[in-house]
């Protein structure tokens, strides 16, 4: 059993930035995919970044390639999603999630581990 609990959501004005942190109730260092969705009311959820082997390999949407940086911290086992040139369209819960292997789609249905989700909001 993994436990996920995300922080660091807020609000923030277009083109700021924010780190969202996850933290995992178990070490998830190695052996797990680790990666940030995202959803707003009405849509499905979607993804954002994943992270494997401590950084080993990563992935982006190409929504937020260049802005967003996952990144992990292998002594705690926290993820991080660090967000920079944050726009209006970034606007969404985020959510933290888990699976285990290697990282392959990044797609909802592919994890298991789910936490709470942080809402970030970006006005223009």
């Known amino acids: 059993q993994v436990l996920l609990v995300e922080s660091g959501g807020g609000s923030v004005q277009a083109g700021g930035s924010l780190r969202l942190s996850c933290a995992a109730s178990r070490s998830v260092a190695y052996g797990y995919c680790m990666g940030w969705f995202r959803q707003v009311p009405g849509k499905e959820r979607e993804g954002v970044a994943s992270?494997?082997?401590?950084?080993?390999?990563?992935d982006y949407a190409d929504s937020v390639k260049g802005r967003f940086t996952i990144s992990q911290d292998n002594a705690k086992g926290t993820v991080y999603l660090q967000m920079n040139i944050l726009k209006p369209e970034d606007t969404a819960m985020y959510y933290c999630a888990a699976r285990f292997g290697v990282c392959g789609r990044l797609v909802q249905t592919d994890f298991g581990y789910w936490g709470q989700g942080t809402q970030v909001t970006v006005s223009s």
């Open positions: 992270i494997y082997g401590g950084g080993y390999s990563t």
